[in-house]
């Protein structure tokens, strides 16, 4: 079975700096997704970047990127110039890649890290 | 707007008082699921549906229901909620395919069971 980790329950940065969520999984597949979602105390669940297992290139979105180690099965956050609506519950999460190409929809969510960020 | 709505938003009720949160999409989406969200455990999903009449256990489904009669509606339907049932649930539906089609959230459920 799928696992998802998340080994950092709370984290803290400096406004404008620079802070690295981390993230390892768990899986016996080749290809798959994997998701870091944000969750601010509105809870919403909002997706902040998505990562394709074949694609070698990080994904990278405005602030926010990922190193995306597949032979360590690692998958980190990166988030350069924190601004104070970074605060919020970040989830990593894996998804399975269908054999027609897609998501099946079913999400393994990691514990959450909770992020503040200190003006 | 393409949403997917949940009602109610919040929901305090006794042990052993039936209840049904309502889950309904507007994408005309395929798939549908149900979350719970705990302190310490991250989200679990709790059935989740392929299409119509086509329903599927997650990791915790145990005391919980689900109908999926027609495409847009996906009811969780608590016969005898307990204690422990109380938690943060999220509905959530995409269009699996042969492109990726993100999950869209409902804004959730937040459920007190005394």
Redesign the interface.
């Given at each position: 079975a799928q696992t998802?980790t998340?080994s950092q329950?709370e984290m803290s940065v400096q406004e404008a700096e620079t802070v690295t969520l981390s993230c390892t999984y768990d899986t016996s597949e080749s290809d798959y997704?994997l998701f870091w979602y944000k969750q601010p105390p509105?809870?919403?669940?909002i997706?902040v970047i998505?990562q394709?297992a074949y694609k070698q290139q990080n994904a990278t979105e405005n602030r926010f990127s990922v190193n995306f180690q597949k032979a360590a099965k690692s998958f980190s956050l990166k988030i350069s110039d924190s601004q104070l609506g970074d605060a919020a519950m970040y989830?990593c999460a894996y998804s399975m890649l269908?054999n027609?190409?897609?998501?099946?929809?079913?999400?393994?969510?990691?514990?959450?890290t909770k992020l503040s960020v200190k003006p | 707007e393409a949403q997917v709505t949940q009602n109610p938003r919040y929901l305090i009720t006794v042990t052993g008082k039936k209840l049904t949160v309502t889950c309904s999409q507007n994408m005309n989406h395929e798939?549908m699921?149900w979350?719970r969200q705990d302190p310490?455990?991250?989200?679990?999903?709790i059935y989740?549906s392929?299409n119509v009449e086509v329903t599927d256990k997650?990791d915790v489904p145990e005391g919980y229901k689900v109908s999926r009669k027609e495409k847009r509606n996906f009811p969780l339907i608590l016969e005898s909620p307990s204690p422990n049932q109380t938690s943060?649930y999220?509905c959530?539906s995409?269009s699996?395919?042969?492109?990726?089609?993100?999950?869209h959230?409902g804004?959730?459920t937040?459920l007190t069971v005394t």
């Open positions: 998802v998340q329950p997704y509105s809870r919403q669940m997706l998505r394709e989830f269908m027609y190409g897609g998501s099946q929809g079913n999400l393994i969510f990691g514990k959450g | 798939y699921s979350y310490g455990l991250g989200l679990r999903q989740y392929m997650g943060l999220f959530a995409s699996p395919g042969q492109a990726y089609s993100p999950l959230f804004n959730g937040r």
